[in-house]
């Protein structure tokens, strides 16, 4: 990284990584210092029916998929932030907008992988969100930062590479008769 393209394939991707960790890491933090453990808080009390802020932990994957596989997730944490590493390195400068999803998932893995290992191998959640549907109300598992800028970093790199290739497609060619 000593010249300025070096820089301009990793700064993007490691800054977007770095404010997701950031913004993780003290979201979860302040939840920890203000709700006690298996407790919920409404902040907006207009919005309790659908919105709480809850202190939960979870030995899963996002949204509590695969409860109890601590090692599993440790190992694709550092699998994938390597992947992310790599592939940023090895794309062409102009690729901004991979870059982003990149970091996106980078901060992502990097700020469950920091819960994980300094917390028995489980995160904190505390986002919820609720549907009161006909007397019954359904919930949505509770998530964090990191869990959303995972999901957010891989649908639009989804996207992204989608609309990449839609563009260096060729365009259909009429045949005459």
């Known amino acids: 990284m000593s010249t300025k393209g070096g820089w301009a394939r990793w700064g993007v ?5 770095a404010v997701v960790v950031a913004l993780d890491q003290w979201s979860k933090r302040l939840i920890e210092r203000n709700i006690p453990l298996g407790e919920s808080l409404a902040p907006f009390p207009a919005l309790e029916p659908w919105f709480r802020l809850v202190h939960w932990t979870n030995t899963g994957a996002a949204f509590g998929l695969l409860r109890g596989q601590a090692p599993l997730f440790i190992a694709i944490a550092l699998v994938v932030i390597v992947v992310v590493l790599v592939y940023s390195r090895q794309l062409p400068a ?4 991979v870059r982003i999803c990149l970091g996106l998932m980078l901060g992502g893995a990097m700020g469950n992988l920091i819960d994980r290992l300094h917390q028995g191998g489980q995160v904190t959640d505390f986002l919820l969100f609720s549907l009161p549907v006909g007397g019954r109300v359904y919930e949505w598992p509770a998530w964090n930062v990191a869990d959303a800028s995972i999901v957010v970093g891989t649908i639009l790199l989804g996207i992204v590479l989608l609309r990449t290739e839609h563009a260096k497609a060729p365009a259909p060619t009429s045949s005459a008769e």
């Open 94 to 97: 102009e690729s901004w907008a």
């Open 13 to 17: 991707t490691l800054l977007i990584a």
